[in-house]
């Protein structure tokens, strides 16, 4: 089955642009990628969400590359309440039939 | 506040018991999903129901069962619970059938813990 990854951990400073890679190699053809920000003791909030090439909105950028094995989130200017979980979402297929998949999480820590 | 909303906030039970966990999805949404969070596992997709029916499956267990009522709420059954199930259960809903191109809104979760 495929594994959606993410890097564990990122570090930055405040003002910092952020950028957080998942790897998803088997994603579902048509199916779109997701990222969701979780705060602890919180359910995950969606970010953004797309399918290929770049989407921007108020919080965020999202990169996807023509393979679309992988993207990239993308956080300008970070500041301390930024500092979360990130989580990447696709859809997977296994034996013919769906799968969501959360990635494995990546934990950032934004600095003064 | 995503409108979600589920019981119990925490749960303490023993091994071998039996929970119910319960959501309610947001005022429209049809869609309800079920996830596991524990420390060692991340985000675990369990299950969705749409509109009553099942729709998706992940990795549930068979000691795990859920069903979506006709009000839209849903329930997931926990039974002969062993300490490895101890966990964050969230509930997460949606307006349309497809969990990963709808915007799915997450509950504040249900901290369960096996003894």
């Known amino acids: 089955l495929a594994k959606t990854t993410q890097p564990i951990s990122m570090d930055s400073y405040e003002g910092q642009e952020v950028n957080i890679t998942c790897s998803h190699n088997?994603?579902?053809?048509?199916?779109?990628i997701t990222w969701y920000q979780q705060f602890p003791s919180q359910g995950p909030r969606f970010i953004i969400q797309g399918y290929k090439t770049k989407v921007t909105n108020e919080v965020a950028s999202l990169f996807i590359p023509a393979d679309r094995k992988s993207s990239t989130l993308s956080l300008p200017r970070v500041s301390l309440s930024d500092t979360a979980v990130y989580y990447c979402?696709?859809?997977?297929?296994?034996?013919?039939?769906?799968?969501?998949?959360f990635g494995t999480g990546t934990r950032l820590l934004v600095s003064p | 506040d995503s409108g979600v909303t589920q019981t119990p906030k925490h749960l303490i039970t023993a091994t071998g018991q039996r929970v119910t966990l319960r959501c309610s999805p947001r005022s429209g949404d049809l869609s309800v999903y079920w996830y596991q969070q524990s420390l060692d596992q991340g985000l675990q997709f369990l299950i969705q129901y749409y509109n009553g029916e099942e729709r998706a499956k992940g990795n549930i267990l068979e000691r795990f069962s859920a069903q979506q009522f006709p009000d839209l709420h849903s329930e997931l059954n926990l039974s002969s619970l062993e300490l490895g199930d101890s966990a964050l259960y969230f509930c997460?809903?949606?307006?349309?059938?497809?969990?990963?191109?709808?915007?799915?809104?997450f509950g504040p979760g249900t901290r369960l813990t096996v003894l």
């Open positions: 979402l696709v859809a997977t297929m296994n034996t013919g039939f769906q799968k969501l998949v």
């Open positions: 997460a809903s949606s307006v349309g059938a497809s969990g990963n191109t709808d915007t799915q809104y």
């Open positions: 088997n994603i579902a053809t048509n199916d779109y």
